[in-house]
Protein backbone atom coordinates (compact mmCIF):
# COMPACT_ATOMS: atom_id res chain seq x y z
CA UNK A 1 0.00 0.00 0.00
CA UNK A 2 1.11 3.91 -0.81
CA UNK A 3 2.53 5.92 2.34
CA UNK A 4 0.32 8.90 3.32
CA UNK A 5 2.56 10.85 1.02
CA UNK A 6 1.87 8.92 -1.66
CA UNK A 7 -1.16 9.22 -1.72
CA UNK A 8 -1.56 13.63 -0.99
CA UNK A 9 0.85 13.53 -4.33
CA UNK A 10 -1.88 11.18 -5.90
CA UNK A 11 -4.66 13.00 -5.14
CA UNK A 12 -2.78 16.67 -5.90
CA UNK A 13 -2.30 14.70 -9.50
CA UNK A 14 -5.87 13.31 -10.11
CA UNK A 15 -7.99 16.46 -8.43
CA UNK A 16 -6.05 19.47 -9.81
CA UNK A 17 -5.75 22.87 -6.79
CA UNK A 18 -7.05 20.35 -4.43
CA UNK A 19 -5.47 21.54 -0.93
CA UNK A 20 -4.40 18.70 0.80
CA UNK A 21 -2.21 18.32 4.08
CA UNK A 22 -0.15 16.07 5.38
CA UNK A 23 -1.33 15.85 9.50
CA UNK A 24 1.46 13.81 11.55
CA UNK A 25 0.52 11.57 13.98
CA UNK A 26 3.25 11.29 16.49
CA UNK A 27 2.09 8.12 18.39
CA UNK A 28 3.56 5.06 18.23
CA UNK A 29 -0.07 3.92 16.10
CA UNK A 30 1.58 5.87 12.99
CA UNK A 31 -1.48 6.83 11.37
CA UNK A 32 -0.98 9.79 10.46
CA UNK A 33 -3.95 11.77 8.25
CA UNK A 34 -4.55 13.92 5.58
CA UNK A 35 -6.31 17.22 6.12
CA UNK A 36 -9.02 17.76 3.15
CA UNK A 37 -10.57 21.16 2.69
CA UNK A 38 -13.91 21.21 2.95
CA UNK A 39 -14.90 22.35 -0.77
CA UNK A 40 -12.48 19.32 -2.47
CA UNK A 41 -13.85 16.69 -0.03
CA UNK A 42 -16.16 15.03 -2.51
CA UNK A 43 -13.93 15.12 -5.38
CA UNK A 44 -11.32 13.83 -3.05
CA UNK A 45 -13.53 10.89 -1.56
CA UNK A 46 -14.42 10.10 -4.96
CA UNK A 47 -11.01 9.69 -6.39
CA UNK A 48 -10.02 7.57 -3.20
CA UNK A 49 -13.03 5.24 -3.59
CA UNK A 50 -12.85 4.43 -7.23
CA UNK A 51 -8.84 5.45 -8.37
CA UNK A 52 -7.55 1.37 -8.84
CA UNK A 53 -4.55 1.92 -6.54
CA UNK A 54 -6.02 2.74 -3.60
CA UNK A 55 -9.95 1.50 -3.99
CA UNK A 56 -11.07 2.97 -0.71
CA UNK A 57 -14.75 1.08 -1.25
CA UNK A 58 -15.06 1.03 2.41
CA UNK A 59 -15.43 4.14 4.97
CA UNK A 60 -15.71 2.07 8.22
CA UNK A 61 -15.27 5.01 11.30
CA UNK A 62 -16.81 8.63 10.78
CA UNK A 63 -16.10 10.47 14.17
CA UNK A 64 -16.45 14.41 15.33
CA UNK A 65 -13.53 16.44 17.05
CA UNK A 66 -14.33 19.45 19.26
CA UNK A 67 -11.00 21.48 19.27
CA UNK A 68 -10.33 25.13 20.96
CA UNK A 69 -11.66 27.26 18.22
CA UNK A 70 -13.30 24.70 15.17
CA UNK A 71 -14.93 21.62 14.90
CA UNK A 72 -13.41 18.57 12.77
CA UNK A 73 -15.02 15.31 11.36
CA UNK A 74 -12.31 12.34 10.33
CA UNK A 75 -13.32 9.32 8.51
CA UNK A 76 -10.93 6.13 8.45
CA UNK A 77 -10.89 4.70 4.90
CA UNK A 78 -10.36 0.65 4.60
CA UNK A 79 -9.81 -1.09 1.12
CA UNK A 80 -12.16 -4.32 1.25
CA UNK A 81 -11.26 -5.68 -2.49
CA UNK A 82 -7.49 -4.94 -1.55
CA UNK A 83 -7.52 -5.24 1.85
CA UNK A 84 -5.36 -2.29 3.27
CA UNK A 85 -5.71 0.67 5.03
CA UNK A 86 -6.59 2.85 7.45
CA UNK A 87 -6.62 6.10 5.24
CA UNK A 88 -7.42 8.79 7.67
CA UNK A 89 -8.63 11.64 6.02
CA UNK A 90 -10.50 14.80 8.05
CA UNK A 91 -11.90 18.25 7.71
CA UNK A 92 -12.11 21.39 9.67
CA UNK A 93 -15.08 23.80 9.79
CA UNK A 94 -14.09 27.23 10.00
CA UNK A 95 -15.23 27.79 13.56
CA UNK A 96 -17.61 27.08 16.36
CA UNK A 97 -20.32 29.03 16.37
CA UNK A 98 -21.94 29.52 12.56
CA UNK A 99 -19.75 28.09 10.33
CA UNK A 100 -20.38 24.66 11.16
CA UNK A 101 -21.29 23.19 7.65
CA UNK A 102 -19.08 20.48 5.63
CA UNK A 103 -19.48 18.27 3.08
CA UNK A 104 -21.35 15.04 3.37
CA UNK A 105 -19.77 12.10 2.25
CA UNK A 106 -23.10 10.07 2.60
CA UNK A 107 -23.35 10.08 -1.78
CA UNK A 108 -19.83 8.41 -1.72
CA UNK A 109 -19.85 5.92 0.99
CA UNK A 110 -23.53 5.01 2.40
CA UNK A 111 -22.04 4.01 5.48
CA UNK A 112 -21.37 7.60 6.38
CA UNK A 113 -25.50 7.90 6.75
CA UNK A 114 -26.03 7.30 10.44
CA UNK A 115 -22.43 8.46 11.33
CA UNK A 116 -22.45 11.63 10.21
CA UNK A 117 -25.97 11.75 11.61
CA UNK A 118 -24.69 10.95 14.91
CA UNK A 119 -21.54 13.49 14.84
CA UNK A 120 -24.33 16.48 13.72
CA UNK A 121 -26.17 14.94 17.01
CA UNK A 122 -23.84 15.28 19.09
CA UNK A 123 -21.11 17.67 17.82
CA UNK A 124 -23.41 19.89 15.83
CA UNK A 125 -21.67 19.58 11.90
CA UNK A 126 -24.09 20.16 9.85
CA UNK A 127 -23.10 17.82 6.64
CA UNK A 128 -24.27 19.66 3.71
CA UNK A 129 -26.37 17.55 0.99
CA UNK A 130 -26.69 14.27 3.26
CA UNK A 131 -30.22 12.91 2.33
CA UNK A 132 -31.51 12.98 5.95
CA UNK A 133 -30.05 15.31 8.32
CA UNK A 134 -31.35 14.82 11.45
CA UNK A 135 -30.31 13.77 15.07
CA UNK A 136 -29.80 10.39 15.57
CA UNK A 137 -29.53 9.90 19.14
CA UNK A 138 -30.89 12.55 20.93
CA UNK A 139 -34.93 13.41 20.57
CA UNK A 140 -35.99 16.20 17.71
CA UNK A 141 -36.27 18.86 20.36
CA UNK A 142 -32.81 18.61 22.05
CA UNK A 143 -31.62 21.90 21.82
CA UNK A 144 -27.99 21.41 22.24
CA UNK A 145 -25.03 19.67 21.29
CA UNK A 146 -23.71 17.47 24.19
CA UNK A 147 -20.24 15.97 23.23
CA UNK A 148 -18.62 19.24 22.67
CA UNK A 149 -16.41 20.25 25.67
CA UNK A 150 -18.30 23.69 26.66
CA UNK A 151 -21.59 21.59 27.21
CA UNK A 152 -23.24 22.28 30.39
CA UNK A 153 -25.84 19.81 31.99
CA UNK A 154 -29.24 21.32 32.25
CA UNK A 155 -29.91 21.61 35.85
CA UNK A 156 -33.07 20.06 35.68
CA UNK A 157 -31.41 17.10 34.37
CA UNK A 158 -33.35 13.58 35.26
CA UNK A 159 -31.84 13.20 39.41
CA UNK A 160 -31.43 10.18 41.12
CA UNK A 161 -34.66 8.90 43.64
CA UNK A 162 -31.98 8.97 46.54
CA UNK A 163 -29.95 11.78 45.47
CA UNK A 164 -26.83 12.48 46.90
CA UNK A 165 -24.04 14.90 47.15
CA UNK A 166 -23.87 17.23 43.77
CA UNK A 167 -26.87 15.77 41.92
CA UNK A 168 -28.74 16.55 45.62
CA UNK A 169 -27.56 20.18 45.27
CA UNK A 170 -28.19 20.88 41.69
CA UNK A 171 -32.00 18.79 42.63
CA UNK A 172 -32.71 21.35 45.59
CA UNK A 173 -31.30 24.12 43.42
CA UNK A 174 -33.72 23.34 40.62
CA UNK A 175 -36.66 22.94 43.10
CA UNK A 176 -36.00 26.03 44.35
CA UNK A 177 -35.76 28.18 41.73
CA UNK A 178 -38.73 26.48 40.47
CA UNK A 179 -41.26 27.16 43.61
CA UNK A 180 -39.83 30.81 43.10
CA UNK A 181 -40.86 31.35 39.89
CA UNK A 182 -44.02 29.56 40.60
CA UNK A 183 -44.52 32.09 43.81
CA UNK A 184 -43.89 35.23 41.70
CA UNK A 185 -46.23 34.11 39.30
CA UNK A 186 -49.01 33.74 41.52
CA UNK A 187 -48.08 37.47 43.09
CA UNK A 188 -48.34 39.18 40.29
CA UNK B 1 -46.08 -17.90 1.41
CA UNK B 2 -44.79 -14.64 0.22
CA UNK B 3 -43.03 -13.91 -3.18
CA UNK B 4 -40.33 -11.95 -2.87
CA UNK B 5 -41.63 -8.66 -5.04
CA UNK B 6 -39.70 -8.13 -7.78
CA UNK B 7 -38.92 -4.35 -8.90
CA UNK B 8 -40.71 -4.12 -11.83
CA UNK B 9 -43.72 -5.83 -10.89
CA UNK B 10 -44.75 -3.12 -8.31
CA UNK B 11 -43.53 0.44 -9.39
CA UNK B 12 -40.38 0.01 -7.21
CA UNK B 13 -37.69 2.73 -8.40
CA UNK B 14 -34.60 1.08 -7.67
CA UNK B 15 -31.58 3.45 -8.87
CA UNK B 16 -29.18 1.21 -8.68
CA UNK B 17 -30.59 -2.19 -9.74
CA UNK B 18 -27.44 -4.23 -9.78
CA UNK B 19 -28.09 -7.64 -9.07
CA UNK B 20 -25.39 -10.49 -8.31
CA UNK B 21 -23.59 -11.44 -11.46
CA UNK B 22 -22.49 -15.01 -11.02
CA UNK B 23 -23.40 -17.81 -8.59
CA UNK B 24 -20.82 -19.12 -5.59
CA UNK B 25 -17.60 -17.73 -4.63
CA UNK B 26 -16.50 -13.97 -3.48
CA UNK B 27 -18.00 -11.40 -6.12
CA UNK B 28 -15.94 -9.35 -8.52
CA UNK B 29 -15.82 -5.65 -6.77
CA UNK B 30 -13.68 -4.37 -9.23
CA UNK B 31 -16.70 -3.09 -11.27
CA UNK B 32 -18.74 0.33 -10.65
CA UNK B 33 -18.09 0.27 -7.42
CA UNK B 34 -21.38 2.38 -6.66
CA UNK B 35 -23.70 0.41 -4.20
CA UNK B 36 -25.40 3.88 -2.97
CA UNK B 37 -28.77 4.75 -3.63
CA UNK B 38 -31.65 5.71 -1.18
CA UNK B 39 -33.80 2.79 -0.41
CA UNK B 40 -36.06 2.60 -3.18
CA UNK B 41 -39.45 4.06 -2.67
CA UNK B 42 -42.60 1.87 -3.31
CA UNK B 43 -45.82 2.98 -4.74
CA UNK B 44 -48.95 2.04 -3.05
CA UNK B 45 -51.15 0.13 -5.37
CA UNK B 46 -53.75 2.44 -4.80
CA UNK B 47 -56.29 0.74 -2.86
CA UNK B 48 -56.93 1.41 0.82
CA UNK B 49 -54.49 3.30 3.02
CA UNK B 50 -51.36 3.47 5.06
CA UNK B 51 -50.81 1.98 7.88
CA UNK B 52 -48.62 3.48 9.91
CA UNK B 53 -47.26 1.29 12.94
CA UNK B 54 -44.40 1.85 15.74
CA UNK B 55 -42.97 -1.46 16.01
CA UNK B 56 -41.47 -0.96 19.53
CA UNK B 57 -39.49 0.12 21.14
CA UNK B 58 -40.69 -2.42 23.86
CA UNK B 59 -41.46 -5.00 20.81
CA UNK B 60 -40.40 -8.29 22.01
CA UNK B 61 -38.70 -9.11 18.84
CA UNK B 62 -36.48 -5.56 18.84
CA UNK B 63 -33.86 -7.15 21.05
CA UNK B 64 -34.17 -4.37 23.31
CA UNK B 65 -35.72 -0.50 23.14
CA UNK B 66 -35.35 0.36 19.59
CA UNK B 67 -38.18 1.45 17.08
CA UNK B 68 -39.09 0.79 13.97
CA UNK B 69 -41.75 3.23 12.34
CA UNK B 70 -43.39 1.14 9.44
CA UNK B 71 -45.51 2.28 6.80
CA UNK B 72 -47.65 -0.62 5.97
CA UNK B 73 -49.75 -1.22 2.38
CA UNK B 74 -51.44 -4.08 3.49
CA UNK B 75 -48.87 -6.68 5.03
CA UNK B 76 -46.31 -5.08 2.70
CA UNK B 77 -43.65 -2.77 4.15
CA UNK B 78 -43.06 0.33 2.24
CA UNK B 79 -41.07 2.86 4.65
CA UNK B 80 -38.94 1.54 7.51
CA UNK B 81 -37.37 4.44 9.37
CA UNK B 82 -35.78 2.95 12.72
CA UNK B 83 -35.23 5.26 15.38
CA UNK B 84 -32.47 5.12 18.18
CA UNK B 85 -31.64 6.88 21.62
CA UNK B 86 -33.84 4.65 23.94
CA UNK B 87 -30.78 3.13 25.48
CA UNK B 88 -28.60 6.02 24.88
CA UNK B 89 -26.02 7.31 27.56
CA UNK B 90 -23.23 9.21 26.22
CA UNK B 91 -20.64 6.40 26.95
CA UNK B 92 -18.32 8.56 24.96
CA UNK B 93 -18.47 11.63 27.23
CA UNK B 94 -18.61 10.01 30.20
CA UNK B 95 -15.46 7.76 28.98
CA UNK B 96 -13.43 11.53 27.87
CA UNK B 97 -14.40 12.41 31.78
CA UNK B 98 -12.71 9.54 33.65
CA UNK B 99 -9.12 7.52 33.40
CA UNK B 100 -8.03 5.51 30.26
CA UNK B 101 -8.41 2.17 32.59
CA UNK B 102 -11.66 3.33 34.35
CA UNK B 103 -13.70 2.60 30.72
CA UNK B 104 -12.41 -0.74 30.80
CA UNK B 105 -15.69 -2.20 32.89
CA UNK B 106 -17.86 0.21 31.10
CA UNK B 107 -16.68 -1.20 27.74
CA UNK B 108 -18.32 -4.90 29.33
CA UNK B 109 -21.88 -2.86 28.76
CA UNK B 110 -21.34 -1.83 24.85
CA UNK B 111 -22.64 -5.25 23.78
CA UNK B 112 -23.53 -6.69 26.85
CA UNK B 113 -23.21 -9.91 25.27
CA UNK B 114 -19.65 -10.12 23.83
CA UNK B 115 -18.10 -8.30 26.92
CA UNK B 116 -14.63 -9.64 26.43
CA UNK B 117 -13.97 -8.90 22.74
CA UNK B 118 -15.48 -5.18 23.75
CA UNK B 119 -12.59 -5.39 26.22
CA UNK B 120 -10.36 -6.25 23.39
CA UNK B 121 -11.10 -3.74 20.74
CA UNK B 122 -10.26 -1.21 23.73
CA UNK B 123 -7.50 -2.93 25.14
CA UNK B 124 -6.19 -2.83 21.14
CA UNK B 125 -6.86 0.47 20.72
CA UNK B 126 -4.31 1.89 23.74
CA UNK B 127 -1.88 -0.37 23.55
CA UNK B 128 -1.63 1.05 19.28
CA UNK B 129 -1.78 4.24 20.97
CA UNK B 130 1.17 3.21 23.31
CA UNK B 131 3.12 0.82 21.59
CA UNK B 132 2.80 -1.66 24.20
CA UNK B 133 3.49 -5.14 23.83
CA UNK B 134 1.45 -8.12 25.00
CA UNK B 135 3.14 -11.33 26.39
CA UNK B 136 2.58 -14.67 24.40
CA UNK B 137 0.34 -16.24 26.98
CA UNK B 138 -2.25 -13.38 27.28
CA UNK B 139 -3.06 -13.17 23.49
CA UNK B 140 -3.40 -17.07 23.70
CA UNK B 141 -5.95 -16.34 26.17
CA UNK B 142 -7.40 -13.60 24.51
CA UNK B 143 -8.29 -15.87 21.46
CA UNK B 144 -9.04 -18.86 23.93
CA UNK B 145 -11.55 -16.13 25.64
CA UNK B 146 -12.51 -13.75 22.09
CA UNK B 147 -13.20 -17.57 20.23
CA UNK B 148 -15.52 -19.00 23.31
CA UNK B 149 -17.47 -15.27 23.15
CA UNK B 150 -18.08 -15.39 19.00
CA UNK B 151 -19.62 -18.95 19.53
CA UNK B 152 -21.84 -18.24 22.36
CA UNK B 153 -22.82 -15.34 20.73
CA UNK B 154 -23.71 -16.96 17.37
CA UNK B 155 -25.44 -19.82 19.09
CA UNK B 156 -27.70 -17.37 20.90
CA UNK B 157 -28.41 -15.31 18.26
CA UNK B 158 -29.72 -18.16 16.05
CA UNK B 159 -31.39 -18.92 19.32
CA UNK B 160 -33.44 -15.72 18.90
CA UNK B 161 -33.91 -15.57 15.38
CA UNK B 162 -35.82 -18.87 15.57
CA UNK B 163 -37.43 -17.81 18.41
CA UNK B 164 -38.72 -15.16 16.62
CA UNK B 165 -39.87 -17.18 13.78
CA UNK B 166 -41.98 -18.89 16.49
CA UNK B 167 -40.38 -22.12 17.22
CA UNK B 168 -40.56 -20.71 21.55
CA UNK B 169 -37.81 -22.45 23.46
CA UNK B 170 -36.47 -25.49 22.06
CA UNK B 171 -33.48 -23.72 20.12
CA UNK B 172 -32.33 -20.77 22.38
CA UNK B 173 -32.40 -23.34 25.20
CA UNK B 174 -29.98 -25.49 23.37
CA UNK B 175 -27.85 -22.51 22.73
CA UNK B 176 -28.09 -21.34 26.25
CA UNK B 177 -27.52 -24.47 27.53
CA UNK B 178 -23.77 -24.32 26.26
CA UNK B 179 -23.62 -20.89 26.83
CA UNK B 180 -24.30 -20.97 30.59
CA UNK B 181 -21.12 -23.70 30.35
CA UNK B 182 -18.93 -21.07 28.72
CA UNK B 183 -20.34 -18.24 30.92
CA UNK B 184 -18.93 -20.59 34.30
CA UNK B 185 -16.01 -20.63 32.97
CA UNK B 186 -15.64 -17.09 32.34
CA UNK B 187 -17.08 -16.80 35.84
CA UNK B 188 -13.98 -19.14 37.27
CA UNK B 189 -11.32 -17.01 35.82
CA UNK B 190 -12.53 -13.23 35.93
CA UNK B 191 -15.26 -13.52 38.52
CA UNK B 192 -17.83 -12.37 36.59
CA UNK B 193 -20.26 -14.38 34.67
CA UNK B 194 -21.07 -10.61 32.06
CA UNK B 195 -19.26 -7.85 33.39
CA UNK B 196 -15.59 -9.61 33.46
CA UNK B 197 -13.62 -6.75 33.48
CA UNK B 198 -10.81 -8.94 31.88
CA UNK B 199 -8.48 -7.52 30.09
CA UNK B 200 -5.99 -4.89 30.94
CA UNK B 201 -3.35 -2.31 28.31
CA UNK B 202 -0.24 -4.65 27.87
CA UNK B 203 -1.80 -8.08 28.82
CA UNK B 204 -5.18 -9.52 31.30
CA UNK B 205 -5.93 -9.14 34.85
CA UNK B 206 -5.46 -12.41 36.23
CA UNK B 207 -3.87 -16.09 34.72
CA UNK B 208 -5.64 -19.11 34.03
CA UNK B 209 -5.08 -21.90 36.00
CA UNK B 210 -4.16 -25.08 34.38
CA UNK B 211 -7.04 -26.76 35.98
CA UNK B 212 -9.18 -23.72 34.44
CA UNK B 213 -7.52 -24.95 30.64
CA UNK B 214 -8.35 -28.45 31.37
CA UNK B 215 -12.07 -27.80 31.98
CA UNK B 216 -11.92 -25.67 28.82
CA UNK B 217 -10.59 -28.03 26.63
CA UNK B 218 -13.79 -30.29 27.91
CA UNK B 219 -15.77 -27.86 27.02
CA UNK B 220 -14.23 -26.96 24.06
CA UNK B 221 -14.46 -30.87 22.72
CA UNK B 222 -18.05 -31.01 24.07
CA UNK B 223 -19.15 -27.91 21.60
CA UNK B 224 -18.59 -30.08 18.36
CA UNK B 225 -21.60 -32.29 19.22
CA UNK B 226 -23.62 -29.22 20.11
CA UNK B 227 -22.89 -27.93 16.36
CA UNK B 228 -24.25 -30.96 15.12
CA UNK B 229 -27.02 -31.33 16.73
CA UNK B 230 -28.40 -27.89 16.19
CA UNK B 231 -27.19 -27.82 13.24
CA UNK B 232 -29.23 -30.80 12.26
CA UNK B 233 -32.28 -29.38 14.21
CA UNK B 234 -32.20 -26.58 12.37
CA UNK B 235 -30.39 -26.12 9.06
CA UNK B 236 -32.71 -28.55 7.07
CA UNK B 237 -36.36 -27.87 9.16
CA UNK B 238 -38.93 -27.02 6.04
CA UNK B 239 -40.64 -23.64 8.19
CA UNK B 240 -37.01 -22.18 8.39
CA UNK B 241 -36.19 -22.71 4.60
CA UNK B 242 -39.71 -21.39 3.36
CA UNK B 243 -39.09 -18.45 6.09
CA UNK B 244 -35.50 -17.10 5.49
CA UNK B 245 -34.57 -18.20 1.97
CA UNK B 246 -34.63 -15.25 -0.88
CA UNK B 247 -35.78 -12.86 2.23
CA UNK B 248 -33.82 -9.89 3.01
CA UNK B 249 -31.64 -10.36 -0.03
CA UNK B 250 -28.27 -7.70 0.37
CA UNK B 251 -26.19 -7.64 -2.33
CA UNK B 252 -22.70 -7.37 -1.87
CA UNK B 253 -21.29 -3.88 -3.36
CA UNK B 254 -24.20 -2.41 -1.23
CA UNK B 255 -22.96 -4.01 1.88
CA UNK B 256 -19.31 -3.01 1.09
CA UNK B 257 -20.59 0.62 0.60
CA UNK B 258 -22.73 0.81 3.39
CA UNK B 259 -20.20 -0.55 6.06
CA UNK B 260 -21.57 -3.55 7.04
CA UNK B 261 -19.18 -6.21 8.81
CA UNK B 262 -19.14 -9.06 10.23
CA UNK B 263 -21.24 -12.39 9.70
CA UNK B 264 -23.88 -9.82 7.60
CA UNK B 265 -20.91 -8.92 4.70
CA UNK B 266 -19.44 -12.85 4.56
CA UNK B 267 -23.27 -13.69 4.29
CA UNK B 268 -23.33 -11.28 0.93
CA UNK B 269 -20.04 -13.16 0.04
CA UNK B 270 -17.67 -10.33 0.47
CA UNK B 271 -14.58 -12.08 1.96
CA UNK B 272 -13.36 -10.20 4.41
CA UNK B 273 -12.83 -10.99 7.90
CA UNK B 274 -9.85 -8.39 9.95
CA UNK B 275 -8.83 -11.60 12.04
CA UNK B 276 -7.55 -12.54 8.44
CA UNK B 277 -7.26 -9.26 7.04
CA UNK B 278 -5.30 -7.49 10.11
CA UNK B 279 -4.25 -10.33 11.91
CA UNK B 280 -4.56 -8.64 14.71
CA UNK B 281 -3.13 -10.58 18.56
CA UNK B 282 -1.98 -13.92 17.33
CA UNK B 283 -4.55 -14.77 14.40
CA UNK B 284 -2.05 -15.11 11.84
CA UNK B 285 -0.98 -18.08 13.55
CA UNK B 286 -4.40 -20.24 13.22
CA UNK B 287 -5.60 -21.54 10.25
CA UNK B 288 -9.06 -21.38 10.00
CA UNK B 289 -11.27 -20.99 6.96
CA UNK B 290 -13.86 -18.06 6.12
CA UNK B 291 -17.06 -19.01 5.38
CA UNK B 292 -19.01 -16.95 2.45
CA UNK B 293 -22.47 -17.02 1.59
CA UNK B 294 -24.31 -17.24 -2.10
CA UNK B 295 -27.34 -15.30 -1.78
CA UNK B 296 -27.03 -12.93 1.40
CA UNK B 297 -30.15 -13.79 2.40
CA UNK B 298 -31.42 -14.36 6.39
CA UNK B 299 -30.89 -18.46 5.84
CA UNK B 300 -27.69 -16.99 4.87
CA UNK B 301 -26.46 -14.99 7.36
CA UNK B 302 -28.00 -18.17 9.88
CA UNK B 303 -26.17 -20.49 7.74
CA UNK B 304 -22.82 -18.30 7.82
CA UNK B 305 -22.78 -18.03 11.95
CA UNK B 306 -22.78 -22.34 12.23
CA UNK B 307 -20.15 -22.05 10.26
CA UNK B 308 -18.37 -19.89 11.92
CA UNK B 309 -18.79 -21.61 15.03
CA UNK B 310 -17.15 -24.62 14.12
CA UNK B 311 -14.02 -22.45 12.40
CA UNK B 312 -14.44 -21.11 16.60
CA UNK B 313 -13.71 -24.74 17.74
CA UNK B 314 -10.77 -25.30 15.46
CA UNK B 315 -8.83 -22.17 16.44
CA UNK B 316 -10.21 -22.52 20.12
CA UNK B 317 -8.48 -26.21 20.07
CA UNK B 318 -5.36 -24.35 18.58
CA UNK B 319 -4.60 -22.33 20.78
CA UNK B 320 -5.54 -24.61 23.52
CA UNK B 321 -2.80 -26.58 22.58
CA UNK B 322 0.10 -24.27 22.00
CA UNK B 323 -0.97 -21.47 24.59
CA UNK B 324 2.87 -21.43 26.33
CA UNK B 325 3.95 -20.25 29.85
CA UNK B 326 4.56 -17.00 30.70
CA UNK B 327 3.52 -13.64 32.50
CA UNK B 328 0.22 -12.19 31.37
CA UNK B 329 0.66 -8.97 31.76
CA UNK B 330 3.58 -6.96 30.38
CA UNK B 331 6.07 -5.61 32.89
CA UNK B 332 6.83 -2.55 31.93
CA UNK B 333 2.68 -1.78 31.81
CA UNK B 334 1.79 0.83 34.65
CA UNK B 335 -1.39 1.41 35.89
CA UNK B 336 -1.06 4.18 38.01
CA UNK B 337 -0.08 7.93 36.34
CA UNK B 338 -1.29 6.22 32.84
CA UNK B 339 -0.46 8.94 30.27
CA UNK B 340 -0.52 8.23 26.64
CA UNK B 341 2.10 10.71 24.88
CA UNK B 342 -0.72 13.02 22.68
CA UNK B 343 -1.45 11.30 19.29
CA UNK B 344 -4.17 9.21 18.30
CA UNK B 345 -5.08 5.65 17.09
CA UNK B 346 -7.93 3.10 15.59
CA UNK B 347 -7.77 -0.03 16.75
CA UNK B 348 -10.44 -2.71 15.76
CA UNK B 349 -10.74 -6.07 16.11
CA UNK B 350 -13.32 -8.99 14.20
CA UNK B 351 -15.96 -8.86 16.92
CA UNK B 352 -18.75 -11.64 16.91
CA UNK B 353 -21.15 -8.90 15.59
CA UNK B 354 -18.72 -7.11 12.99
CA UNK B 355 -16.45 -4.77 13.50
CA UNK B 356 -15.89 -2.62 16.52
CA UNK B 357 -13.40 -0.19 16.65
CA UNK B 358 -11.91 2.16 19.07
CA UNK B 359 -10.27 5.68 17.86
CA UNK B 360 -8.49 7.80 20.92
CA UNK B 361 -6.66 10.78 20.77
CA UNK B 362 -4.53 11.41 23.39
CA UNK B 363 -3.73 15.16 24.48
CA UNK B 364 -1.21 13.96 26.98
CA UNK B 365 -3.43 13.60 29.77
CA UNK B 366 -4.91 11.11 32.17
CA UNK B 367 -7.94 11.01 30.20
CA UNK B 368 -8.75 10.60 26.02
CA UNK B 369 -9.12 13.88 24.78
CA UNK B 370 -11.63 12.06 22.41
CA UNK B 371 -12.87 8.94 22.69
CA UNK B 372 -14.78 6.99 20.20
CA UNK B 373 -16.49 3.62 19.77
CA UNK B 374 -16.78 2.26 16.17
CA UNK B 375 -20.45 0.26 17.20
CA UNK B 376 -21.15 -2.63 14.38
CA UNK B 377 -25.05 -2.98 15.22
CA UNK B 378 -25.59 0.65 14.26
CA UNK B 379 -23.86 0.58 11.47
CA UNK B 380 -25.27 -3.12 10.32
CA UNK B 381 -28.84 -1.29 10.57
CA UNK B 382 -27.80 1.50 7.27
CA UNK B 383 -29.16 -1.34 4.90
CA UNK B 384 -32.11 -2.49 6.98
CA UNK B 385 -34.81 -0.54 4.97
CA UNK B 386 -33.60 -1.44 2.29
CA UNK B 387 -33.63 -4.86 3.19
CA UNK B 388 -37.24 -4.84 4.16
CA UNK B 389 -38.13 -2.68 1.83
CA UNK B 390 -41.24 -5.19 -0.10
CA UNK B 391 -41.49 -7.87 2.12
CA UNK B 392 -44.50 -8.66 4.79
CA UNK B 393 -44.40 -7.17 8.30
CA UNK B 394 -43.54 -10.53 9.73
CA UNK B 395 -40.54 -10.64 7.73
CA UNK B 396 -39.32 -7.27 9.31
CA UNK B 397 -38.75 -9.29 12.39
CA UNK B 398 -36.54 -11.59 11.03
CA UNK B 399 -34.19 -9.80 8.87
CA UNK B 400 -33.89 -7.53 11.68
CA UNK B 401 -33.03 -10.72 13.81
CA UNK B 402 -30.93 -11.48 11.44
CA UNK B 403 -28.49 -8.69 11.64
CA UNK B 404 -28.08 -9.23 15.26
CA UNK B 405 -27.65 -6.25 17.23
CA UNK B 406 -27.44 -5.18 21.09
CA UNK B 407 -28.95 -1.98 21.64
CA UNK B 408 -26.36 -1.33 24.52
CA UNK B 409 -24.02 -1.04 21.08
CA UNK B 410 -26.43 0.50 19.12
CA UNK B 411 -27.04 3.60 21.56
CA UNK B 412 -24.32 3.56 23.19
Given at each position: M???????S???????????????????????????????????????????????????????????????????????E??????????????????????????????????????????????????????????????D?????????????????????????????H?????????????? | ????????????R?????V?????????????????????????????E??????????????????????????????????????????????????????M??????????????????????????????????????????????????????????????????????????????????????????M??????????????????D????????????????????????????????????????????G??G???????????????????????????????????V??????????????????????????????????????????????????????????????????????????????????????E???????????????????????????
Open positions: KTVEEIKAIEAAVPDAVVEFVLNPSPSGQHSLRVAPEDAREVARFLRDDADLRLDFLSNVTGVDWPGYLEAVYHLYSVKKHGPVVIRMRTANRSDQVELPSLTPIWRSAEFQEREVFDLYGIVFTSHPDMRRLLMWDEFKHPMRKDYVDPDDFEYEPTAHDEVLKRAQAKAAMTGQAGSEAGA | MTELILPEQNGIVEDSQRKSGPGAPSLSGKPDGWSRPATIVPDGEGLLEIAMGPHHPSTHGVFRMDVALDGERVVRLKPVFGYLHRNHEKIAEGISYLASPYTDRLDYICPITNNWAYALAVEKLTGQEVPERAEYLRVILGELTRFQNHASSIGFLIQEMGASGTPLMYAFREREKILDLFEELTGARMVNYMRFGGCRVDASSAWLKTRKVAAGLVGFVDEFEGLLATNEILMARTQGVGVLRPEMAVNAVTPMLRASGVNYDIRKVDGYGIYNRFNFRVPLGDHGDYDRFMIRILEMRESIGILQAALKDIPGGPVMDPKARSRGFRPKPGEAYGRIEAPKGELGFYLISDGGPNPYRYRVRPPSLINLTVLDMCLGHDVADVVLIFGSVDIVLGEVDR
